[in-house]
């Protein structure tokens, strides 16, 4: 890990230039909307996945700082003018004081029980924000229309800049990722992993490596909820706080590869396309479809490839050479 | 305190709830040297370990590391400090090579990634494990396990190594590198604490030998003394055997 071979860094390079030619080529609306929907769980896979991948945190409560990086942006805005690339890293930053606040107490929780407490944290600010006027209650919130510019955040015309926006935040987000793992902070991250007692006694704090892996995870994440917010330009706690989501990120996660750098993003680019289209195809007869099909693929995925598709394809890689 | 003094317990009791583990455990650990902890089952030397290296928090008694009170210390904070421990139950880090896992070691005292990595393959060298450095640490043997936990234990620099039963389950081939290993790590000016049931590494390694029974530190000496106490016989053998 860490040190690329040239083959390696030609695919990527050519994935990345294929990416920012696919608006130039395909024309569609709703593709686009497909791509910008992959790169955004792909973004909050990579970034759950410091927690789950790495340091066996297994949050199933992403949604919550989703919603406040959402949430933070828009109030800002609303009432206080404060243009949207502030509220993105306000949001930021409040994720990660909530994360901390949350991740303090929960220090010491491991498996499933960190899962559980996750949910309930989640479902706790999901109820807060549906019974809260200040921010919209169950009502939602739809966003000041702005000029169109990349300054205030919004476009009408087009979704092609969301586009560009999203994918340089995804190619951020597996930047900060992969320079946290290659260093100091992906080893601690996992011998906390295998063991707290191991941990400890190389002189780790599990506690505050932990706590930096929830406050960046929920800062990434965050980032991705004001883009959402920015992107829908209406916001209530059904479409932004609901387990759903936060299951759709693990979902991500485990089916490319948890603890590998881009396994969500080959997690993200299966499982997104497949619940857009059978959304479209569908439509609100087939409501829970995609849902089925994810079940189906991570029982496969479980049973026959815990290492998640991003496992198999090395594999495959392997056995090439 | 004395200037060679590496380590002075003073008087540890731990309780677990009405069962004594430890109770008035006093000794000291000079620089440089390689003391022993011995004992039947049970006698509480685990807890003892556990309680230096700040693992447990005795219910009483103090704990000096080089004239600091480290009694109250967390556990990643006495590492910090210079204090090394090897686990009973082998463990490694077991989605990692075993470079990298003493390079999680390294990382206490340095940050930049090469230095981190050139000081992890220095150690292997050190230990005899540098061959196997890419082997994934579950797939090592358990001999090889057991010097590889040693080689993450020294990447955290320590001036003190506490071992607990580092030469358990091993052949005798394997018994004798352990201890050669163990030799050089104290000629590089490492004191070393050692929890072992194995005799003959006890008895050939340690400069002083501390020994425990039903929580409470019942002689202390150089190992031909230990040998022939009639209370150190008695603790191990029973009271029919003693004379």
Redo the contacts between chains.
Sequence with gaps: M?KFTPRQIALYVVVLVALIAFPLVVKGTFPTHVMIMFFMFAMMGVAWNLLGGYAAMFSFGQAAFFGIGAYTSTILLMNYHVNPWIGLVVGGILAALTGAAIGIPCSNLRGHYFAIASIAFAEIVRICFNNWKFVGAAEGLSLPLLPESLGNFMFHSTKVPYYYIMLAFLVLSIFICWYIT???GG??L??IK??H??????????VRYRLYAIMVSAFLTAMAGTFYAQYILYLDPESVLILPISVQVVLVAMLGGA?TIMGPVIGAVILIPLSEYTRVWLGTKGTGVDMMLYGVLIMLISAYQPKGVWGLLTAIGKRAK | MSDAACLEVQGITKRFGGLIANEDVSFTVNQGEILSIIGPNGAGKSTLFNCITGFYRPNAGRIFFRGKDITQYSAHKICKLGVARTFQVVQVISDMTVLENVMTGTYLRTYNRRDVREKAEEILRFTGLYEKRDTLGPDLTIADKKRLEVSMALGTQPTLLMLDEAMAGLTPVELREMMALIRKIRENGVTLIIVEHVMEAVMELSDRVVVINSGRKIVEGVPAEIVRNPEVIQAYLGDRYHA
């Design positions: 860490g290659v260093n100091r080893f601690y996992r011998a295998e063991s007692e191991l941990a400890k006694g190389m002189g780790i704090s599990f603890g």
